[in-house]
Each structure stands twice: as structure tokens, then as C-alpha cells.
């Protein structure tokens, strides 16, 4: 139980497009997703919360207009990279606590989405 | 500041040995413990979750948390090579609605066959 689904796994794209990441949870519902990156040989840095039906809450310094949320459904939060830069290629990985299991509940992650911007 | 701090290693032990990671938090009231492994170019995933003092034991991993002198340890026993990971430790903070997750930067651990 408790399965985040993330797509895809890695992007490649060109400097100044945008990328969609779908973040799923496939076996139960998730009000409230957290999106994070982790650059290479860094620990984890929470970037959002999705929250179902509402707007996200970013964390201090992440732009809120170059990182787009969207969590339309209990099942289903995206994240869209505006105009990527290069320096915005790191891994992105999204998660989520089973509904009704409190906040103490640990944290179920996808499988992350590798972006290379060139 | 809240903060959770590991030892970054490389912690190197031998396969069959035990393997013990420790994990030391600032925040005197958090309530939730978490270690989470995450290999090379992969996501975390959970290995365990404690919330009350004493003892845990998941197969061969146990955690230890000790709230008074705030650390948090895992063991794992009879390390495998498979185990060569790099693990991270995660507190959930006491304040605000979120309980936001703090995080180590992880413990990078070596088992050599």
C-alpha cells in the first residue's frame, strides 16, 4: 500500500520551456503532497506543499510563479517548470501521507523525475 | 534554527557486521521519528519510524530514540552489501500545522563484502 507514482522519470528539455511532473498516489488519497529537489550529494530541500483544492504553500525563496502546483484531485498533484534554466536540472521527487493517518505518519515518496535542462 | 544533524561518513563496515548510524535533533518537542535509505540517483524510501522512547525492531534494523538526550540511532544488523546506502534521518518538527519534516544531510554507509 501506500503508492506515489511519479511521471516521468527523467526530461531532457531546452533552455526556456517548460516541464510537467505528475505526482499520483495510486492506492489511496492524498490531501496534502510535498514536492522537494535534491541536487547532487545534497540532502532533500522541501520546495511546496500541494494542498488538494487550494494553493500551495511555498517554502522561503522558491518562486512561486517559476514553480507551478496544481493538486485538482485527491489522487493527482503536478508541478510545472516555467522557462527552465540550467541551473534548475536536479532531481525532483514528490510525496505524500495516507489520508487520515495523522501528521505523524511518515512520508511515502515516488520514484522522482531526473531534469536536465541543456 | 531547528536542525537535524548526521555524521556525513562514509561509515565503512564489513558484510555481517552491525552497521550504526546516529542521527541528533534541536528541537526538544518534536514527537515523530523517521529513517528513510536512498541509493544513488533514487528516492528515499522508509525503513523506519519510531515515536517513543526505547527500542524498535523491524527484521534487521532497529531504531533507538532517546527523547531527553534528543538522538535518534538505527542499527542494522548482519550488513549486507545491498545496504550500502546513504540514510537519512527525518524529524518532524513541533510547530506550525504542517509538522514540516526536518532533514539530515545522511549518512553515507560502505558495506564491504
Known amino acids: 500500500g501506500a503508492v506515489v507514482s511519479q511521471h516521468p522519470s527523467w526530461v531532457i528539455c531546452k533552455s526556456g520551456t517548460s516541464v510537467k511532473i505528475e505526482c499520483r498516489s495510486l492506492?489511496?488519497?492524498?490531501?496534502?503532497m510535498f514536492w522537494y529537489r535534491q541536487f547532487p550529494k545534497q540532502s532533500l530541500m522541501l520546495m511546496a506543499t500541494?494542498?488538494?483544492?487550494?494553493?500551495?504553500?511555498?517554502e522561503q525563496g522558491v518562486e512561486k510563479d517559476k514553480f507551478l502546483i496544481n493538486h485538482a484531485s485527491l489522487t493527482l498533484s503536478t508541478l510545472t517548470v516555467t522557462s527552465a534554466h540550467p541551473e534548475d536540472s536536479s532531481f525532483y521527487i514528490c510525496?505524500?501521507?495516507?489520508?487520515?493517518?495523522?501528521?505523524?505518519?511518515?512520508?511515502?515518496f515516488g520514484n522522482g523525475t531526473r531534469l536536465t535542462v541543456t | 534554527q531547528k536542525e537535524v544533524e548526521q555524521n556525513s561518513g562514509p561509515l565503512s563496515v564489513p558484510e555481517g557486521a552491525i552497521a550504526s548510524l546516529n542521527c541528533t535533533y534541536s528541537?526538544?518537542?518534536?514527537?515523530?521519528f523517521f529513517w528513510y535509505r536512498q541509493y544513488s540517483g533514487k528516492s528515499p524510501e522508509l525503513i523506519m519510524s519510531i515515536y517513543s522512547n526505547g527500542d524498535k525492531e523491524d527484521g534487521r534494523f532497529t531504531a533507538q530514540l532517546n527523547k531527553a538526550s534528543q538522538y535518534v540511532s538505527l542499527l542494522i544488523r548482519d550488513s549486507q552489501p545491498s545496504d550500502s546506502a546513504t540514510y537519512l534521518c527525518a524529524v518532524a518538527g513541533n510547530a506550525g500545522n504542517n509538522r514540516k519534516l526536518i532533514w539530515g544531510l545522511g549518512t553515507s554507509l560502505a558495506v564491504n563484502p
Open positions: 492506492d489511496f488519497q492524498a490531501t496534502t
Open positions: 528541537d526538544r518537542g518534536s514527537q515523530s
Open positions: 510525496s505524500a501521507r495516507t489520508s487520515g493517518t495523522g501528521l505523524n505518519s511518515p512520508l511515502h
Open positions: 500541494s494542498n488538494e483544492g487550494s494553493k500551495a504553500t511555498y
